[in-house]
T-cell receptor, first 114, second 111 residues
């Protein structure tokens, strides 16, 4: 069955370190998204991609970057981790382009920045 | 900024009762979607309603959309303990499937 996976599931890092969170989907979806979820804020969009070599900034993109070298993967990099980036991160994918499409979510990565 | 705001923030009901959650949003939309999140898990899509639709059903779920009031409601009928979860509305303003989520309603269904 097609799925979307994230790794690691839990990560503890120190302030200033570079961290990369992996997202892999086997739906063959064009669209991929990264969100962070914090209490009181719901999910907020960090970056998204509509296809290979396409990346776009979302609502809370400062301090994060993504690259899309193939259809299946959209890794999220925290260039220099900050305590404010302690959060739960979700990756999602959807068919595209355009149309009325649901998003399929990964299980999430809980990141703690000390 | 959040596009959608859910109301109430928390809801506790008895098994068998109906649960109603409301969502308000700020800008015009292409479609609105509802998702469920069980504790510690990813979100699961429940239902999508297009901007030109007023009501949609899926099993025990009923969603309404009033674009003039920029609001939507999710009704879960005959609730079960397994319905205990957080429920989020999400709006797609531009049709590019870029969603903006609300802050969610925490539903607890007690036996």
């Amino acid at each position: 069955d097609a799925e979307i996976t994230q790794s690691p599931r839990h990560k503890i890092t120190e302030t200033g370190r570079q961290v990369t969170l992996a997202c892999h989907q086997t739906w063959n979806h064009n669209n991929m998204f990264w969100y962070r979820q914090d209490l009181g804020h719901g999910l907020r969009l960090i970056h998204y991609s509509y296809g290979v070599h396409d990346t776009n900034k979302g609502e809370v993109s400062d301090g994060y970057s993504v690259s899309r070298s193939n259809t299946e993967d959209l890794p999220l990099t925290l260039e220099s981790a900050a305590s404010s980036q302690t959060s739960v991160y979700f990756c999602a994918s959807s068919a595209g382009p355009g149309g009325y499409n649901e998003q399929f979510f990964g299980p999430g990565t809980r990141l703690t920045v000390l | 900024s959040q596009q959608g705001e859910e109301d109430p923030q928390a809801l506790s009901i008895q098994e068998g009762e109906n649960a109603t959650m409301n969502c308000s949003y700020k800008t015009s939309i292409n479609n609105l979607q509802w998702y469920r999140q069980n504790s510690g898990r990813g979100l699961v899509h429940l239902i999508l309603i297009r901007s030109n639709e007023r009501e949609k059903h899926s099993g025990r779920l009923r969603v309404t959309l009033d674009t003039s009031k920029k609001s939507s409601s999710l009704l879960i009928t005959a609730s079960r303990a397994a319905d205990t979860a957080s429920y989020f509305c999400a709006t797609d303003a531009g049709g590019g499937n870029k969603l903006t989520f609300g802050t969610g309603t925490q539903l607890k269904v007690e036996l």
